[in-house]
Every structure is written in C-alpha cells, then in structure tokens.
C-alpha cells in the first residue's frame, strides 16, 4: 500500500487569462497549433483534499453549478494519479468554485493541475514533473501552465510550456465575466483557421525566438503587443462582449482583450483607479466583475508552499 503523508490539504487554485493568443492553423492531427502566452491571475477556487481508507474519489462543489462527477476535470486528474500508480486508498474533496465557468480563465484547469499535485503529495507516490505533465497535457491542453504558474509561452496545442520572466510591473485589471459562457469548440468552430503546414511542435530555435521576442517585451513592462485571434469571431457570434470591451475602454482601461477562448474580457487598468472603473463598470455590464492582479511565478509556488505543497 502506497503511504500517506499530511491526512489534508487546503490548496488555492488560481485563474488565467491569455496576455496573447494566435491560431496558426489546423493540424493534421486535429488539433489547432496555437502560440499564447499564459500569466496567473489572483483570483481564486479552493479545495480542501482528505485522504480516506476506502478507495472511492468523492467530490463535493460549492459556488458555481459545476458537475460532481467522473466527467469533472478535477475528478478525472485525481483518477489518473490512482490509477498510473495503483492507490488503493482514496480522496474526499470540497472544491470551493469561484473562477467563473467557460470563462476562458482556465478554471477547471487550474483545478486539474492542482489535483494532479495534491493526489501526488498525499498519496506520496512521487511521479515526477514530467509524468504529472505528461498526465495534465492528457487531461486538457491548459493543464500543463498550471503545473508552473507565472507567466509562460504555450506552444502547440498550448501544451509545451516555456517560463518567462515576471512582468517589470504587476498589471491590475478589471475583468468582466458577462454571464454566460462560450464552449472553446464552438470558437474554434465559428471559423476556417486555414491548415497549419508547419511541424506540430516548434523546433527548439523557433520556440527560442519566440521567448526571446517576448522576454525584452515584457521586460520593458510592454502590452502594445497583446492580441487574440478570437476575439473578432467572437464579438460577431456576442455582441454583448464587444459591448463589455468598450464599457472597459471608456472606462479607462487599455488595452482591453478577450481572455482564452473567450467568455471573460479583461482590461489592464491604473492601480489607483481600478477599483473606481471596476465599480463604474459593474453598474453598466450584466454579469460579475472582478478586481484583480497578475500574479508572479514565485507567488503562485508561495501560495502552493503555504498550504504545504511544493511544485
């Protein structure tokens, strides 16, 4: 029988939003080849996570009308850690949802990942980093970031992840989930991305160009550069998220974009005046808004540590 560590843990799982996003088209293999850059924002879930003697995963949710079940991403992770490394104990889970839902904040990612590591750590059979990514790149595409957290260059499906440095400046945005959601199939679905010709995975001279174009940047505390390929497909099927964007831009927030695949559009604000263009803007648009901040890569593993799980 594999032995346990700490019995709990409570762990924050933390949101994201996409600084850049380009579709470079469609792989022979299905998939869309795509560059992003990934940065963690402080908005938060948590789950409590208890090791039990019988070997059933049973998971609870407050919050958000989110499912139970063997279909949650959440509940799949834990699954594929018992499963690969033959548990025989198990867990029971509270997951306490506030990142709001297809939101394109990668939430039940983020959930994932963070099950991924605390099934790990409880269970204490010790897979390593790259058999935990392995296992999050199976499980979604987004997973793999939250393994690492900060800011990072996704390549391919966004699954091959590469670190950058911190920001020069912690941005403070204003976000607006307009209430509703947007299934990333249906964005993906709502145009011909052409055919992606390339290699599946960037050569390691292609990734490093990228990094390096982003890296000087970013350094200089540089957002002229932000753009999503979703965002004029979607404001056509959404009005109401062009709507959200200009309420953001009079606002007094720029840039503004489209988070992932959408529903959720953020703007990068003032610090002193982002809790005022927050309240101005929550009076005008249907759905919920948030006030928050980018979070650093050491952060977001302090948070982790904090709670008694190291990445």
Known sequence: MVQTGPLSLAVPCFAKINWLLKIEGRRPDGYHQITTIFQTIDLADRIRFTVTEDASIQLQVAGREVSP???????????????????????????EKRIPVG????????NAAVGLLAANHLWNVQLSESELANLGSALGADVPFFL?????????RGDEIRPLPDMAETPTLVLVYPGFPVPTSSAYQARDWGE???????TTLEADNKIQRFRQAMAKGDLSWLENDFEEVLFEL???????ARLLR??????????????????????GRAAKIAQDVSLQAAGEVFLCRSLRSQEYRNSFASAGLEL
């Not at 992606?196 to 960037?202: F, K, P, S």
């Not at 009079?250 to 610090?271: I, M, N, T, W, Y």
């Open 69 to 95: 079940g063997p279909d949650n991403l959440l509940y799949r992770a834990v699954s594929s850690v018992k499963q690969k490394a033959g548990v025989g104990l198990g867990l029971r889970i509270l997951l």
């Open 103 to 110: 939101g394109g904040l990668g939430g039940g990612s983020s």
């Open 148 to 156: 690492c957290g900060g800011t990072a260059l996704g390549i391919g």
């Open 196 to 202: 992606y010709r390339g290699e599946a995975v960037l």
């Open 238 to 244: 959404y009005p109401a998220l062009a709507q959200v």
């Open 250 to 271: 009079e606002a007094g927030c720029e840039p503004v974009r489209v988070s992932g695949s959408g529903s959720c559009v953020f703007g990068v604000a003032d610090p």
